[in-house]
């Protein structure tokens, strides 16, 4: 049975590499993010250079103004682009956005003014802002998912690991333009010029090796303006309303929050340390080699913990490592502990995108990343603007006890605040993300640093496969839903049973005919719920549990619900009663997921075109009891079960399935199959 458990193995990179269409887009992302990142250096560096003879003041806003510049097109713009990216050729958005790029940022130095620098570095931000959910939508297209989470550790790697390359490569080009500089003066080039030509160049590399990569067509655009808004308000609701993009998008922008506070007051804390510049390099430096070890090494070591609880987890270790720093004002010690923050920002941000990326459904992916990366700069720039003004306000405090003094500073206070803020939100996270509340957080750490499988309860009774039940009242649309279902999940590639209860197996036909022949009104509680039980021992037995432990999907239409609410809360039978009988008939087996389909009764019956059974034609206060029944079972145990309005139209409610089943899916290719076919499976676009 599988939770959100391994996307595949960790120590697959190399296998990654080794899918060509990938790899030749993992080039092009390094490319440009070195580019980026070489930009914003030169930028900002330029931007000193063309107001040296201004005032400080002058100078201040024109280096903030290319970062404020850079930020300001994604919170105007990133919804339009994210709902363009789903809509428009990727391939081609990818390489015409690298080329302009390209040229925007040649032209700077040739135009040589402030304006213009400003001017072009804001394009330059729209154009990425289309490039970037293009790039992040299109992943999930050349990889297959059991290796979606090493590709994206190559992303983070390649985006996060230019910065150091591009800032050695900006000093060695600064040193190199000034000696050139040196010896010939009449050339007089501006040291950030170089930067810039190199990273034009940079940008269009990229464009090339995108051109030749086979992304799958998409559909052109057809939609008129209003649809295109109406797919930003469904890329929002979708964001908003299900609940683990909500707990992925809350925690990253949680993050986020707290990152922007400490690098927001950075400066001021090491200088309180008596750091100085070089302190901050080596915390800045401490940030970055913690989230590469986080990255890589987290998933490894943790390669057979649910993913959904480490998403949690290295949020809370860097709110931990985070309030240490904030706590014990030491350089060696905060250094330290920064790894550890890094490191466990790493865990989460690799994991977070990497489940996104899995369980969003393709045509919407790209309004998600864009609105994930719209939100996480406002954030960050909210909170880099606001914490250092904090700091001011909280101020500096020193408390002696006895010949003990503590000094404690505004920034530490700051740190304080942002490790609490992320405390509750790693807190917040794992709560509504936790897959596994049956097993302990300990148990599950424990086993899989050791390496030992852990065994869930029905694993350890030999189940692997994944249980779905369909439940509801009358008429609701459970076959309906059942049959979609079974459909997806074949073109899928999983092996797929479909049953239903009551009259599965030879005997269970002849209970059924017993059970809803009129001929039997009347027939006592106690003996149509014995035969109930009976119709499902003889399920579980010959159907649903041999096919479990071949590992398949059953999916069945109606299971022990639906004798708690017909027979315990219709019949008002004792729902204990019902259940012990049940429990032993099944042998204590449990639906990895119910999902149940509430509809108003007069609904249910009118969509009815036969006529009615024993069952269907009980009063409607008895039809009533058995909807309040199952909506009290569902509220008991929420985890387990997806509630949905049945009134909703069939496609709607195909899809709500389809994202909640999504991640509880186990792997449909083997992790080697790759390796023994030597081919790359379909991923359906
Ligand atoms: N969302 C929906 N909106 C409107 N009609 C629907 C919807 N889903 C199913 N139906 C229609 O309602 C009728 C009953 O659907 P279905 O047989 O799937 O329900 P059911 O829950 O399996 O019913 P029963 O419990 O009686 O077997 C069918 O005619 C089906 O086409
Ligand atoms: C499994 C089960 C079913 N029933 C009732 C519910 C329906 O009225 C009929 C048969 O179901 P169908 O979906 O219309 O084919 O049986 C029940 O009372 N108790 C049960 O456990």
Redesign the pocket.
Known sequence: MSRSGPFGEPGETRSVLAIKPFRRLWISLSLSSLGDWLSLLALMSLATILTQDRSPLVQYFAVSGVVLLKLLPSILLSPLAGALADRIDRRLTMVVGDILRGLLYISIPIVGRLDWLLIANFLAECVALFWAPAKDATVPNLVPKNKLEQANQLSLFSTYGSAPVAAGLFALLAAFSSVLGGLFPSLGTPEADLALYINGVTFFVAAVVIWRLPVPAREPATADRSSVLRTIWEGWRFAGTTPLVRGLLLGMLGAFAAGGAVVGVARLFVETLGAGNAGFGVMFGAVFAGMAVGMFAGPRILRDFSRRRLFGLGLGMSAVALLLVGLIPNMVFAAGMTVLVGAGAGVAWVTGLTMLGREVEDDIRGRTFAFLHAAAKIVLMGSVAVAPLLAGLIGSHRWQVRELTYDFSGSAGVLLIAALLLLLVAFVSYRQMNDSPEVSLLTELVAAVRGVPLSRPQEAAGVRGTFIVLEGG?GAG??TQARQLAIWLREEGFDVVTT????ATKLGMRL?AL??DKEHTGMSARA?ALL?AA??AEHVSSVIRPALERGAIVVS????D??LA??GA?RELATSDVARINEWATGGLVPDLTILLDLPVGLGMARHGRPA?R??AEPEEFHERVRAGFRALAERAPERYLVLDAQRPQEEITREIRRRIRPILPDPVPGDAEEITGMLPIIKD
């Not at 239903?500 to 009259?503: I, K, L, M, Q, S």
């Not at 239409?557 to 022990?560: A, M, P, S």
Request: net charge negative; proline share 4%; aromatic share 12%.
């Open positions: 009358e459970k076959s239903r209860e009551p009259g059924r059970l809803l149509e109930y119709d499902r239409d109606r299971y022990v639906s004798t017909y027979q219709g059974d069952l269907e």
